[in-house]
Structures are given as structure tokens and as C-alpha cells.
T-cell receptor, first 113, second 116 residues
Framework: AAGVIQSPRHLIKEKRETATLKCYPI?????VYWYQQGPGQDPQFLIS???????DKGSIPDRFSAQQFSDYHSELNMSSLELGDSALYFC????????????FGSGTRLTVV | AQTVTQSQPEMSVQEAETVTLSCTYD???????LFWYKQPPSRQMILVIR??????QNATENRFSVNFQKAAKSFSLKISDSQLGDAAMYFC?????????????FGGGTRVLVKP
């Protein structure tokens, strides 16, 4: 079965650079969520989209932005990267409100040096 | 805002034995969903089991079962006949049915070690 695809799997950037993370949800899933998981931490909600509109916003820095495109894939854009942005970034998708749980991608590990 | 607490940072279990992970949450809502996710060393987040708050019957998925105590706001996970592949971080998560966006709020996680 198709899963949530995230790219790239690993990314190394220098401070103050920009990074773009991509997420391709399961076919027919219309909702996408982004989470950030720091080392030894639980995942923290960043932002979500339903039918290409932002549906909720969590602890996402102003330096980050995201959007969901017409094909339902989503991109997380991160600018002026800081060392503290080093983390595992998960994308998850669901059909509608996700009552049956979300399917997570394998994550993008971002390292800022 | 809802909070989820997992009081056990780490649990150790002998292969084939049973281990129970605790989870408590704080909410003023009456209808919500609760989940247990497993995160093995590969870091993939895998849904283990879900519970709907309006259902009194405890959810079961093969060797995994929950003890849902709504009044106590407790949602523990029991892993029976533990296998080496069960070794992972386990996260309890809460999802409101009312809040916009339907985000998951996670607990801090419990690391499960399985001894052969």
C-alpha cells in the first residue's frame, strides 16, 4: 500500500540557509500535518492543512512557512536556519478529520551546522 | 489546552512477558480520541491502537490492548507476549473532536526494552 512519502530523508544545512521539505500524502488523503521532533523529545505540532487551506497552527516559528498544493502534496519552507532547528520533521496525512489515526511518513532529518 | 503525561520514561520486559505502559491526560472535553503510537529505532511513527472516548469497550489489536478509564482520564497500553520487535518508544496521543485542525498532542514517550 502507498504510504506517506517525505523527501529528502536527510538534509544538512548551514546556519542562515533555507531548506524545503516535501510531503506526499497517501492518495485520497486530503489533510496534511507537520510535526517537529527534537532529540529525545515527543513530536510537536507545527501546522496542518485541509483541502489546501491551513486548518491549524501550532508552535511554528515565523521563519517557517508551509502550503498544500492542488495535488495535496505539502512543502515546509524553513528560512534563516538556526542550530536549534535540527530535528526530525514528520509529515502525516489523513482522510478528513483523521478519526482513524494518521499515517506518518518516515521523516526528514534536518541537521543545521 | 490538553496535556498528555507518560510517567514512565523507560520500561523493561522479558520476552514473552507482559508490560503495561501508563498514560494520563487532562481535558475538559467529553468526546475525543486516544492513540498509542510506536516509534522503533527507524524513527517511523506507527499507529498501534486507537480508542474513541464515547466507547466504553477497551480497544484490542492482537497482542496490544488498552485499559481506558474515562473518569480517571487514564489510557494504559498492555503489551502481551512481548517480542523483540516490540522494543521501541511508545507515545500516547490525544486528539480533540472539537478543535480545528485535529492535531495530535503527544505525551513524552516511554522507551520499552525487551530482554531475550
Amino acid at each position: 500500500a502507498a504510504g506517506v512519502i517525505q523527501s529528502p530523508r536527510h538534509l544538512i544545512k548551514e546556519k542562515r540557509e533555507t531548506a524545503t521539505l516535501k510531503c506526499y500524502p497517501i492518495p485520497r488523503h486530503d489533510t496534511v500535518y507537520w510535526y517537529q521532533q527534537g532529540p529525545g523529545q515527543d513530536p510537536q505540532f507545527l501546522i496542518s492543512f485541509y483541502e489546501k487551506m491551513q486548518s491549524d497552527k501550532g508552535s511554528i516559528p515565523d521563519r517557517f512557512s508551509a502550503q498544500q498544493f492542488s495535488d495535496y502534496h505539502s512543502e515546509l519552507n524553513m528560512s534563516s536556519l538556526e542550530l536549534g532547528d535540527s530535528a526530525l520533521y514528520f509529515c502525516a496525512s489523513s482522510l478528513g478529520r483523521g478519526s482513524y489515526g494518521y499515517t506518518f511518513g518516515s521523516g526528514t532529518r534536518l541537521t543545521v551546522v | 489546552a490538553q496535556t498528555v503525561t507518560q510517567s514512565q520514561p523507560e520500561m523493561s520486559v522479558q520476552e514473552a512477558e507482559t508490560v503495561t505502559l501508563s498514560c494520563t491526560y487532562d481535558t475538559s472535553e467529553s468526546d475525543y480520541y486516544l492513540f498509542w503510537y510506536k516509534q522503533p529505532p527507524s524513527r517511523q511513527m506507527i499507529l498501534v491502537i486507537r480508542q474513541e472516548a464515547y466507547k466504553q469497550q477497551n480497544a484490542t489489536e492482537n497482542r496490544f490492548s488498552v485499559n481506558f478509564q474515562k473518569a480517571a482520564k487514564s489510557f494504559s497500553l498492555k503489551i502481551s507476549d512481548s517480542q523483540l520487535g516490540d522494543a521501541a518508544m511508545y507515545f500516547c496521543a490525544y486528539r480533540s473532536t472539537k478543535a480545528a485542525g485535529n492535531k495530535l498532542t503527544f505525551g513524552g514517550g516511554t522507551r520499552v526494552l525487551v530482554k531475550p
